[in-house]
């Protein structure tokens, strides 16, 4: 499997990695993507609030390591022909991308349910951590959420 | 000796970054403890829940340590 | 919700159609996206058959419809702030984009749900239909796959 | 008058993409007995799963159809 994992402060470009994916490879039918953008606002308990800038920390190292073994965690269960795995770490704005994932596959299942299991277990097992910047120049770390251990746990169920 | 890596919410809460412990107990479940007891802000930041890491894997408390570790102590990640 | 819907014969760009659908909202966190592409072989009865370009005929008014029809229900069951689905037709080389549906929200789930609904339903229920040319100048049509009816039934007994 | 339409496999089986009919019966399933009946490759090709459409809708037999409808008649699909 054709693997491309990268811990990143530089943006992305969507149509240069989707097409290092699947260059050359006529057995890929079908590619699944999330991309994942700084939102505007956040829950905090019962409020929304606006924020100007996100900052994302890392474990430099460990990072790496976790997003293999999730990659390779996908590889085991689905046929895949091709990951991709972009998380940009650093201080981002609005409206930036955070997270991509691209999988590939000959057929669209294995595709989809490959991209969903990637980002459900990243999200509680590659440590990476968000910090708010609000627009009153406060700061504050963002809480995880219960529904993203949920999400992980269906795939250990299966 | 053995490094010692706190990130995030609990390294701002703690101070501190990182440290390097010339002695240590024989598990991750007992350097916890003994770093729990160190008062101040430590017994309440390690009362919340924190994740740990031996060498950059994810582990538990059972999980021993040894000579040259790199330990991470850190919160419920939020990347993604 | 920001909806576009296009069948054309032309190539897309994947970037632009991201850009496009996201553009100046912030209140999007999620987007989940699919592009099917040409692959070179398929499976006849028992025998995989190598093919060498495929084209897409449909029955033009008809399958806008459709797709807008798809794209309505989606935006029925999750909060979707905009969605795209682009989808070609005429004939393909091995390894072209075939479809392109782009799914944004606020959160991931309603994002990736949202995109293998439309997907689902598009294989089962929009005017399109693959005929394949074979190396040696043959062609044939293609035949339905149960495992699509399948897939698209799931969405109705949920 | 209605016009019926045909495609892909089913239009390459039956030789005709397209016809209009000066007079039709009351239901699209009553029309798709009449054409099944019509003999020669019709009533095989009508004897394979074959969706149909009226006015551009997926319909089933019980629709009734009108002057001026638009019908399509083709075989499952495999697009996407």
């Known amino acids: 499997m054709k693997t491309r994992i990268a811990v990143q402060t530089e943006p992305f470009d969507l149509a240069e990695e989707t097409a290092r994916l699947s260059a050359g490879d006529v057995t890929i039918g079908a590619v699944a993507s999330f991309l994942g953008l700084v939102r505007g606002h956040n829950r905090v308990g019962e409020d929304d609030a606006d924020i100007a800038t996100l900052t994302l920390e890392h474990y430099p190292g460990m990072t790496e390591k976790a997003l293999h073994r999730i990659v390779d965690a996908a590889a085991e269960r689905w046929p895949l022909q091709a990951v991709t795995v972009i998380h940009r770490v650093g201080e981002l704005r609005l409206g930036e991308p955070i997270v991509l994932v691209l999988t590939a596959s000959a057929h669209r299942q294995a595709a989809f349910d490959a991209c969903q299991f990637i980002m459900d277990i990243l999200k509680t097992e590659a440590p990476f951590w968000k910090k708010e910047r609000l627009p009153d120049g406060g700061e504050r770390w963002v809480d995880a959420r219960e529904s993203d251990s949920e999400a992980a746990a269906r795939w250990l169920r299966d | ?80």
């Open chain 2, 1 to 80: 000796m053995i490094r010692v890596l706190y990130f995030a919410r609990l390294r701002d809460r703690l101070g501190v970054a990182e440290e390097q412990l010339e002695t240590f107990p024989p598990t991750l479940g007992a350097l916890r403890e003994q770093l729990a007891a160190r008062g101040g802000d430590w017994g309440e930041a390690f009362s919340d829940r924190v994740l740990m890491a031996v060498n950059q894997e994810m582990a538990g408390p059972e999980t021993p340590l040894a000579d040259g570790d790199e330990v991470g102590f850190f919160p419920p990640v939020t990347g993604g």
